[in-house]
């Protein structure tokens, strides 16, 4: 990297590689409103992510929480791309005010400090705890990717019906979060993570609901 700069330039670069996870020094933007769940994602345990800090795709050994893209795209979805200012600019999250192109060292240590869980956003005590528990424990990520394993290596009708039965159990938590607290689909992310069909492409299995049924199909290697 060029030591020619000296300061951020705002062009945008590092906001266009993709939005920054969420540390322990950010918990009150939260608190205060300056984020709401509807910007956040939760990347569960067992997630495969691309880590645009160490440039390489990820197993998570652990939940993180991240600022969300633009729909269907990298860039974060607090960059102004048509001025390249950020919207949150005075009060955007650590990893962003560490940032700095021309010196990693800052980014590099705050990476690495604790990331924020949804434990550390959520009360304990609240409702919507107990269905993040509940969620846990009967759709996580990682009984999704031993059944697809099981169901590549041998397409047998118990994988079948074990993965057909984690996909309807994460969508009816789900329908139940959104009937019960009228939560909508932006802020499910944050609360459930990703659906786990959404999940399913980058494990090599495309799924489609037809006839009453969950039909699915190898794809890639
Ligand atoms: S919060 Fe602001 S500074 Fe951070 S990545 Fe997003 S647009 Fe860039």
Known sequence: MSNSIQECQRCGTCCRKG???????????????????????????????FDNIQNRIEQLPEEMIRLKTREGASPCLFLDESTNNC????????????????????????????????KDLISADSALWEIILEHENSCSVQDLQEWVQEFK?????????????????????????????????????????????????????????????????KIGV
């Not at 322990?24 to 300056?34: F, R």
Request: contains cysteine; charged residues 30%; hydrophobic residues 35%.
């Open 153 to 217: 290596n041998e397409e047998r009708e118990e994988a079948l019906t074990q993965l057909s039965g984690i996909i309807d159990t994460d969508l009816r938590i789900r329908n139940f979060l959104q009937e019960r607290t009228g939560a909508d689909t932006a802020s499910m992310e944050f609360v459930l993570g990703r659906p786990l069909d959404k999940l399913l492409p980058g494990l090599g299995l495309r799924v489609e609901f037809t006839e009453g049924k969950y039909r699915f199909q």
């Open 87 to 118: 919207n949150i600019y005075s009060d955007r999250p650590a990893e962003c005010r560490a940032m700095k192109c021309w010196d990693t060292e800052g980014i590099i240590n705050t990476y690495a400090g604790y990331r924020l869980k949804r």
């Open 19 to 49: 939005p920054p996870a969420l540390h322990i020094q950010d918990k009150e933007l939260y608190l205060s409103g300056v984020l709401d769940k509807m910007h956040l994602i939760t990347l569960r345990k067992g997630e495969y992510v």
